[in-house]
């Protein structure tokens, strides 16, 4: 399945945030989105899910169309950047209402078997990421959108959590954005840089310096 979106125009109170966006995402590659702060990378995954209407926009699935608000054909899971479970379930019923296996969970993070009856507040606030993360990848869905995915993550989580997304994107669509380029730059096939209001595609890190991402002593 091919995405791709199309000739977006984005303003809040007459300042332009975004305009003539062109993005292209498919199954089996992961496409990542970099950019500084309020260079409009939550506001386009927000658009393309729906929650966000633009004055223009174009988005087709494999070349037809989509005329309904994305998140309303079923098709996509999204990750926003604030915590989203509701307070009074607990992990068992959580996984269940996502119809997502708790004993598969588990397998990949051994030491959340003890959460089991917890509450999102009875959790560390990166167990939580991790699990809503972990959610969203396993919701059964066709199109994946995840907003700063590491962010909260300790580094053995985000390794294992980069290893969950690689087995994930063989079979779906999944686009990510987050500040540690250098996970997204590890595993992403296709990386866009969005800057002055637009999406800049990058085939390497240099690039990432000339256009000021990166500073220029970046490792
Ligand atoms: N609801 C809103 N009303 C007005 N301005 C907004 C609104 N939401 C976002 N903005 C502005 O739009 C710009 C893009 O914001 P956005 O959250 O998309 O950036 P971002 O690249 O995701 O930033 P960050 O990396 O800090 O999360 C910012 O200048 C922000 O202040």
Known sequence: MILKVDNI???YDGRIILDGIYLQAETGKLTGILGRNGSGKTSLLSIIYGTVSPKYKLIRLDEKPVTKKLYKTGLV???????????????KQAFYLYDVSWEGFIKEFPSFKPLLKNKKDEISGGELRLIETYLILYIKVKIILLDEPFSGLSPLYIEKLKTIILKIKKEKILIL????????????????LC??????LIDNKEKLVEHGYLPLNVK
Request: zero cysteines; hydrophobic letters at 35%.
């Open 9 to 11: 125009e984005l303003s």
């Open 77 to 91: 899971a999204y990750l926003p950047q604030f915590s989203y479970l509701p307070k009074h379930l607990n992990l």
């Open 177 to 192: 954005t987050d500040h540690f380029y250098n996970d997204v730059l590890d595993i992403a096939d296709t990386i866009y």
């Open 195 to 200: 800057k002055d209001r637009n999406l800049k």
